[in-house]
């Protein structure tokens, strides 16, 4: 998959195929996400077709599907509730914006400061608000709308034992539509949560005023787009490269998600980004080249434009049981059967990633608190510096073995084991099994000397490493001022 | 006979006796190769568990390095691939693409509860392999 014409023509028959698969799959998530952000179905199906057709040409991850997604539609509610659409469509470009510059930047590989468990507090966070989003939609009208999901997730999980060639939650979504729409029962259905309309997307830029208030409002959300973005984008990116035993370019891709956006905002459609679920499906119905994202994205807005009207009578019950299914397999189960078996400290910074986000609402804080916190727990693991001490036979010279590294965060304790009031001649500080690090180290190095030498102890330094040496030799005596 | 061997390998205990066989058929004949295949089932949760593709291939390196070892020990010329995909279909699809001239499995895997729900692997791989099949008890 090097050249540009393999990307796109290598494995023409089972793109195409692949392609139509996945627009099928891609059309009740669209309609969900889009209600969950609370905007019209239209702003999702828009940015579910213009995504894929645009990430196809300029995307760095051939065979990855791209569109609304779950996690961006979750950042965006409180903007929408607060300051309506044409906010989101700004949001949507401004986000666009930025990951161009994180493409740019090649900011893609400082993706390895997230930890594992931050990844796995981040997929089960979002599986837990994706299922929050359906309560509503699920509980409290009645059995009628009970049993509709529960035939929906029955239709899911047991139709891929008849066949696999066309997606089980396809033919959920038609069989209960066709129910409800034949028996008459009155339930409440897409139609009710917005008009869909039957046209192309067209150009027009988002109507806001363009001035500072404007973007004061719009950049905190393409902050959190931006990274929620691009954090599962490449995510996804990294789990086709696996499925697929093939490599990708990362910043291209990060690149690519910004123009996908841009276009997307400009022509009505809300911001979106890879899609884990349904890369998994391209690949595994054949997809590999550039040509199935592209497929995906044109053959969901043929079936929009044809079908519109059969769409509006999609019941809502179906729609929350295809999202219940989204939000199982997304949430990572094995991270539930491992809790108790990796270190302690991985399974606190997971839980408090979920808390984080369950309670802000929003992904990107809980990233942001799941990397501190592993920061910190990283510190004080690593802090850990052990001294012990050997004294001569004739009681006058004393070496200490300093083992660990040396830092901000671990210079204060080791402090106290030193005995500068005891009766030597000279000690020897043998730093072999220790690294400096910083001006925090080199000052507490300092200290302890000048505190020997005030008692009238010689002070011998033995054993710096080169790179250790090199910074006590650039810091010492300049630090004394303070 | 044989000279190219498919043994699917998932690291439990089945898995070894079936290299042992594959081992003793591979030694009627010094041109024998072993074919070590190993399906990644889940590429989702492994690269989540290892961040990226490379510590996921690493855990995958481990799974079958009992295998592996049995058959460097035995000093048989051997060949190690790894699958994507569901273990049956993705080892019977490799199988008869690549001509081999049999494919031993182990009775049971590691997962026994996917095999109640999914069926066996090895029951599959006999059913739909086009070479010789060996079943290990």
Known sequence: ?482 | MFKKILLASDGSEYAVRATEKAIEVAKCNPETTIHVVYVAGDSKGDVLQNWNTLGAQEKRKEKISPSVEKIEAANVKYEVKYLHGEPGPAIVKHANDNDFDLVVVGSRGRNRLQELVLGSVSHKVAKRACCAVMIIK
């Open chain 1, 1 to 482: 998959m090097n050249t540009v014409k393999e990307q796109w023509f290598g494995n023409i028959r089972g793109d195409i195929l692949s392609g139509i698969v996945v627009a099928l799959a891609l059309i009740p998530e669209a309609i969900a996400f889009s209600i969950i952000a609370g905007v019209d179905p239209m702003v999702g199906l828009y940015a579910s077709f213009l995504i894929p057709v645009v990430i196809a040409f300029v995307g760095g991850r051939p065979g990855m599907i791209s569109a609304a997604t779950g996690a961006m539609a979750l950042l965006m509610i409180d903007l929408v509730a607060r300051h309506g659409l044409e906010y989101l469509l700004a949001a949507t470009i401004l986000t666009g914006v930025l990951q161009i510059l994180v493409g740019l930047f090649k900011l893609a590989r400082y993706m390895k400061f997230i930890p594992r468990s931050v990844m796995v507090g981040f997929v089960n966070a979002l599986a837990i608000l994706i299922f929050e989003a359906q309560i509503p939609h699920l509980f409290g009208q009645g059995w009628l709308v009970l049993a509709l999901a529960a035939a929906t997730l029955a239709i899911i999980y047991l139709f891929p034992y008849i066949t696999t060639i066309i997606p089980s939650t396809l033919i959920a979504i038609v069989a209960l539509t066709a129910y409800t729409m034949f028996s008459g029962t009155s339930v409440f259905t897409v139609g009710d949560m917005g008009t869909l309309t039957q046209t192309l997307p067209v150009f027009l830029l988002p109507q806001v005023p363009i001035a500072y208030e404007t973007l004061a409002i719009i950049f905190p959300y393409a902050i959190s787009l931006t990274i929620v973005g691009i954090l599962e984008s490449l995510l996804t990116a990294t789990i086709v490269d696996d499925m697929t035993d093939t490599d990708s370019n990362k910043n291209r891709e990060s690149s690519g998600q910004g123009v996908a956006n841009i276009v997307a905002g400009c022509f009505g459609g809300m911001a979106g980004c890879a899609m884990i679920g349904q890369s998994v499906i391209n690949v595994k119905s054949g997809g590999r080249g550039r040509l199935s994202t592209l497929v995906a994205g044109i053959v969901l807005i043929l079936l929009i434009m044809v079908l519109g009207n059969i769409v509006v009578q999609i019941p809502m019950a179906a729609l929350a049981g295809v999202m219940t299914m989204v939000s199982i397999s997304t949430f990572d189960w094995n991270s539930l059967r491992t809790l108790f078996i990796v270190p302690a400290t991985d399974s606190i910074v997971m839980v408090v990633t979920v808390a984080t986000v369950v309670i802000t609402h929003d992904l990107s804080k809980g990233v942001f608190a799941g990397i501190l916190l592993s920061a910190i727990f990283f510190v004080s693991k690593i802090s850990k510096v052990t001294i012990e001490s050997k004294l001569d036979d004739r009681k006058k010279k004393r070496t200490y073995f300093i083992t660990g590294q040396l830092f901000f965060a671990s210079v204060t304790e080791p402090i106290a084991e030193f005995d500068f009031k005891e009766d030597l001649d000279e000690v020897v500080l043998d730093f072999t099994h220790a690294h400096i690090w910083d001006d925090s180290a080199v000052a507490a190095m300092e200290k302890i000397i000048t505190k020997f030498e005030e008692n009238g102890t010689g002070v011998d330094v033995t054993g710096l490493n080169e790179a250790s040496t090199l910074l006590v030799n650039k810091l010492r005596h300049k630090l004394s001022s303070h």
